[in-house]
Each structure stands twice: as C-alpha cells, then as structure tokens.
C-alpha cells in the first residue's frame, strides 16, 4: 500500500440531500439560510479546488437492490438515473483513481465491493450539481453506502472504510475531496421489504426499472408526504435535532471513536428509518481523519419539515 504524499491536499464536505428541495420548499428566510451555507460551501471547494471527489452517498433503490446489497460498493462507473429531477447520463468517474483506491482499500482487509457499471440517483446528483454546477465537472470515485436496506453493518466497519480511502488517497498525489451526502434525521416514505406486497417486494429484490409514468407517481408520493410531514398530519418519526446535533459535535471533535458504540437499532429510533445516510458523513470525516488532525471549518444546520431532514453543511480540513 503505498500511502505516500502531502497529507494536506485532503478536506471533506457534508451535506445533506433532499428529493423535496424546489417541490416543496420551506419558508423564504430559511431558504436564505441554508443557500448562505450552500454558497459557503461552494466556495470552499472552489478555493480547495480538488482533483478528485470521493463522493460517499446512499441509494433509494434506483441501483442496488435486494438481489445483491452490499454494505458499500466503489464505481470505476457510473450513470445516474435522473430522479427527482436530477440530471441523468454518465459522471465524470476517474476510473484509474478509483481502481488504484479499491487496490489498496483490499490491501488494508477491508472487504470492498466494486462495481464497473452502477446506477446511481439524487443522493450522488445532487451534491455535484450544487458544489459543482452539474454531474460531470469534476473527476469523481463514487462509493455507495447503504443506508436503507436492512440489515445493517455496525458503523466501525463505514469508519474503517473511510479510514482506509483516506490512506489510499495520500497515495494518489492529488488533492482529493471526501465528499459525504445524506440524512441528518429523516424518516421518508422509503419502501421496507419485511412485509411488503408480493410486487413490492419483487421491485424491490430484482430491481425492476420503473416505467416514467411509475416513476412519477412515486416521486408524487414523496411530495405529498413532505407536505403532510411539514403540516403534522403524518405519522413519520420526526426530525431530531438534538441528535443530529449530537452527531455534528461529534464529527466537529474529531470523536470518531465514539461512533462505534451507535447501534443500528438506536439509530433508527433516534432519526428515522433513513437516518442511517449520516454513514456517508461519518466515511467521508473518517478519510479526512486519515490525514491527522482536523478542523471545521463551518458548521450549519437547520430541521426542514418541508424536505422531511435535518439539514446539515459542513466543511473541514487539516490542522
């Protein structure tokens, strides 16, 4: 493995996505208020200016299914399907940097998926339209974590991996940015398969493409949730801020440790059926933390009934 390198081109980003935001969107002033931390973090990356992204981000089955559910899966290739309204066609995926960083992932026993053709959607397309302005302006490695499908991996081993792309990177003689998109608390209207009628459940196993006038049903669905959610007639679990607060702290002390000790269970209870995309931040400060010690660099975050989130922005770099 070769780890060798300036330790200092590394920094992460968190930032939460929402399939909601433009369909159902809050109130003018807190619309101010995350674009402010919006536009900070773009001009972070822009003075960062990395050359290459490695994006952590979750799927809502648009690519990885029951038939095969990986905990987490790096892409030499991607294309992204274009939900929501999100772009669809190909990313700018640096496949020799991605070959070269799942080489060495494996080298430090961490068991990597690799994936030379995967479908991702708006948790991937959306992080690269807002930092960079569209899906293919910049080299990206995409990593999915799973945050849905059950069951679910303790959250040492989405650390490890964070760890190990973080070393893999120093190795790469680029400044490389650790990307994370998801959560914080939510708890959208995201299919289960415990229980689920025969057709959903058959969806949901082999990953049955939607046709577009399904597809937009679905995405109908959702809006009609977050609306109910930010009108509380709905019965979803509701945003937490204290946790994700609590998440934030830990990730702004460098306390990733701490992590460890989060069960799958508390999880869930504390922030949702799909609070489980804080992974992708939890990988992405892990890789940062490769790299030595550091700091955040900003901090925002706001609960955001209207796209059913704890919305989170985050920047950070070496001391």
């Given at each position: 493995?070769n780890?060798?390198?300036?330790?200092?081109?590394?920094a992460?980003?968190?930032?939460?996505h929402?399939?909601?935001?433009?369909?159902n969107?809050?109130a003018?002033d807190v619309l101010?208020?995350?674009?402010?931390?919006?536009?900070g973090?773009?001009d972070?990356?822009r003075?960062?200016?990395?050359?290459?992204?490695v994006?952590?981000?979750?799927?809502?089955?648009?690519?990885?299914f029951y038939k095969e559910?990986?905990?987490?899966?790096?892409a030499?290739?991607a294309?992204?399907?274009?939900?929501?309204?999100?772009?669809?066609?190909?990313?700018?995926?640096?496949?020799?940097a991605?070959?070269?960083?799942?080489?060495?992932v494996?080298?430090?026993?961490v068991d990597?998926?690799?994936?030379?053709r995967?479908?991702v959607?708006h948790?991937?397309a959306?992080p690269?339209?807002?930092?960079?302005g569209?899906?293919?302006?910049?080299p990206?490695?995409?990593v999915?974590?799973?945050?849905?499908?059950t069951?679910?991996g303790?959250?040492s081993?989405?650390?490890?991996?964070?760890t190990?792309?973080?070393r893999?990177?120093a190795?790469?003689?680029?400044?490389?940015?650790?990307?994370?998109?998801?959560?914080?608390s939510h708890?959208?209207?995201?299919?289960?398969?415990?229980?689920?009628?025969?057709?959903v459940?058959?969806?949901?196993?082999?990953?049955?493409?939607p046709?577009?006038?399904?597809?937009?049903?679905?995405?109908?669905?959702?809006?009609?949730?977050g609306?109910e959610?930010?009108?509380g007639?709905a019965?979803?679990?509701?945003i937490?801020p204290?946790?994700d607060n609590e998440?934030?702290?830990l990730l702004?002390q460098g306390?990733?440790?701490?992590?460890?000790?989060?069960?799958?269970?508390?999880?869930?209870?504390q922030?949702?059926?799909s609070?489980?995309?804080?992974r992708?931040?939890?990988?992405?400060?892990a890789?940062l933390a490769?790299?030595?010690?550091y700091?955040?660099t900003?901090?925002?975050?706001?609960?955001?009934?209207?796209?059913?989130?704890?919305?989170?922005?985050?920047t950070?770099?070496?001391?």
């Amino acid at each position: 493995m070769n780890v060798s390198g300036n330790p200092m081109n590394i920094a992460a980003v968190g930032l939460s996505h929402s399939p909601l935001i433009g369909k159902n969107d809050p109130a003018p002033d807190v619309l101010e208020r995350v674009e402010a931390a919006v536009s900070g973090a773009r001009d972070f990356v822009r003075d960062f200016d990395p050359e290459l992204v490695v994006l952590f981000a979750p799927d809502h089955y648009n690519g990885f299914f029951y038939k095969e559910m990986p905990p987490f899966c790096l892409a030499t290739e991607a294309h992204a399907v274009g939900d929501f309204g999100s772009s669809s066609g190909p990313l700018s995926v640096d496949s020799a940097a991605a070959r070269a960083l799942a080489e060495s992932v494996l080298d430090q026993d961490v068991d990597l998926t690799v994936s030379a053709r995967m479908t991702v959607d708006h948790g991937f397309a959306q992080p690269l339209e807002v930092l960079f302005g569209g899906i293919d302006r910049v080299p990206v490695v995409p990593v999915f974590v799973n945050g849905v499908a059950t069951p679910l991996g303790p959250v040492s081993r989405i650390r490890a991996l964070g760890t190990a792309l973080g070393r893999a990177a120093a190795g790469l003689d680029k400044r490389v940015l650790f990307l994370g998109s998801g959560g914080l608390s939510h708890d959208p209207p995201v299919p289960v398969l415990d229980g689920a009628p025969p057709r959903v459940a058959d969806a949901l196993i082999e990953g049955h493409p939607p046709t577009a006038e399904q597809r937009a049903r679905g995405e109908e669905r959702v809006v009609k949730a977050g609306r109910e959610y930010a009108a509380g007639s709905a019965a979803m679990i509701p945003i937490n801020p204290r946790w994700d607060n609590e998440l934030l702290d830990l990730l702004e002390q460098g306390d990733l440790a701490a992590f460890d000790s989060w069960t799958v269970a508390w999880m869930g209870e504390q922030g949702g059926g799909s609070a489980h995309e804080v992974r992708t931040w939890i990988a992405a400060f892990a890789g940062l933390a490769a790299g030595g010690a550091y700091e955040m660099t900003s901090r925002f975050y706001e609960a955001v009934p209207e796209w059913i989130a704890g919305f989170a922005v985050a920047t950070a770099r070496l001391r």
